[in-house]
Each structure stands twice: as structure tokens, then as C-alpha cells.
């Protein structure tokens, strides 16, 4: 069956570091990906998605690439901030609107 | 725009008695629903997806009968746990599709926390 794996976590980081978080996927086919970020107490809201290969999503200097070589979707930005401290879940959808699969979530700590 | 409200936000019970969740689209109509289960540091879990008017879809390994789901409305599903169990306690999420929006981007609602005595 279809499945992500993302790195584990706690992640710490510096405000102004430099992110990733690293997400792959196992898919049959040809699947939709996205990133959804959790903020403490809150519900899981879209941070950003790729419908095909090479595509890249980017919200809010979020970045993540749709990599079909390498079945990747890792998520960048490159200066966080103490309010993007969250759990944020990679995510697959084979077909549309079904099927979703979300990966184990990366807890990022980000310390002033 | 785009809320999905859930209802209670934590519920206590005892052991054997009935849990009633509700999962509303406050400003869109969602043509599907979706029901999760959230386990400590653990990821999403679908236990089913249910559309207006039909029987929900469940998956492999979940109990159609232990987990009632009733979409009534464009507007609103709701998921019972039937004859609650310690083992039932869990985080319980829902989302939901807009019947305008992508097809592919679901909506959640901020969780229901489950705890069974």
C-alpha cells in the first residue's frame, strides 16, 4: 500500500536557521503531495502541495519539490521563526480527494 | 473562509456508554467528509470517509458498527462511538472537501479528544 515516511523529530532550531524536514513516499501510482502544518491547540491547516512531478509548492517561504526520481517531498524554508514552531505532517493522495495518507508528523521547536 | 468546527472539543465518559461527535462545514457545503484518529505522536489514521446521503466508506481493520457515521447534510457529519472502551480514548479529527474547492484539499477541524473510563 501507499505510505510516507518522514524524519523523526523533535526538531530544535535558531530563529533565522535554515530548515528541512525530510518526507518520502510509496506510492503505485501517480499521487498528489502535500505538506500540512499543525500549531498547538489547532487543527491541521494546508501549508502547501504539488499535484505532478517537478512541481514545486511554496506558502507563506515554504518550499517543497515533487521529486518522482527519488519519490521526495521535502519540505524547506530558509529562515524560520519562533511562530513556525508546529508538527508538520507530509502527506499523499492517490486519487482525487481519496485515499490520503499522511506521514508520522515532525514536531519543530523553534527557540528565540 | 473554509471552517470546519467540531463539537464537543473534549468529552469524558464512562466505560459502555455512547459518544456523539459532530463535524460541521461552517461556510461551504463539503460534498465528503472524512473521519481520523490521532494517536499520541502518532500520525492521522483514516478510519472512514462518508458523502452526503450514502453509507460511509470504512477502512480495513475499522468497526462499521463500533463507529457510527452519519453524514445528514452538506454541512454535517457526525461519527458515535458506540459502547465506548479505555481502548476507544484517542483524538478524533474530521475534514472535509469543498464541494467548490480542489478536490484534493481537505479542511480540518481542531479535534475532539476522546477519554473513556
Known amino acids: 500500500g501507499n505510505s510516507v515516511t518522514q524524519m523523526e523529530g523533535p526538531v530544535t532550531l535558531s530563529e533565522e536557521a535554515f530548515l528541512t524536514i525530510n518526507c518520502t513516499y510509496t506510492a503505485t501510482g501517480y499521487p498528489s503531495l502535500f505538506w500540512y502544518v499543525q500549531y498547538p491547540g489547532e487543527g491541521l491547516q494546508l501549508l502547501l502541495k504539488?499535484?505532478?512531478?517537478?512541481d514545486k509548492g511554496s506558502n507563506k517561504g515554504f518550499e517543497a519539490t515533487y521529486r518522482k526520481e527519488t519519490t521526495s517531498f521535502h519540505l524547506e524554508k530558509g529562515s524560520v521563526q519562533v511562530s513556525d514552531s508546529a508538527v508538520y505532517f507530509c502527506?499523499?493522495?492517490?486519487?482525487?480527494?481519496?485515499?490520503?495518507?499522511f506521514g508520522p508528523g515532525t514536531r519543530l521547536s523553534v527557540l528565540p | 473562509g473554509a471552517v470546519v468546527s467540531q463539537h464537543p472539543s473534549w468529552v469524558i465518559c464512562k466505560s459502555g456508554t455512547s459518544v456523539k461527535i459532530e463535524c460541521r462545514s461552517l461556510?461551504?457545503?463539503?460534498?465528503?467528509m472524512f473521519w481520523y484518529r490521532q494517536f499520541p505522536k502518532q500520525s492521522l489514521m483514516l478510519m472512514a470517509t462518508s458523502n452526503e446521503g450514502s453509507k460511509a466508506t470504512y477502512e480495513q481493520g475499522v468497526e462499521k458498527d463500533k463507529f457510527l457515521i452519519n453524514h445528514a447534510s452538506l454541512t454535517l457529519s457526525t461519527l458515535t462511538v458506540t459502547s465506548a472502551h479505555p481502548e476507544d480514548s484517542s483524538f478524533y479529527i474530521c475534514s472535509a472537501i469543498s464541494l467548490a474547492g480542489a478536490l484534493d484539499e481537505q479542511f480540518f477541524g481542531p479535534g475532539t479528544r476522546l477519554t473513556v473510563l
Open positions: 504539488a499535484t505532478k512531478a517537478d
Open positions: 502527506a499523499l493522495s492517490e486519487e482525487y480527494g481519496q485515499n490520503f495518507v
Open positions: 461556510d461551504f457545503q463539503a460534498t465528503t
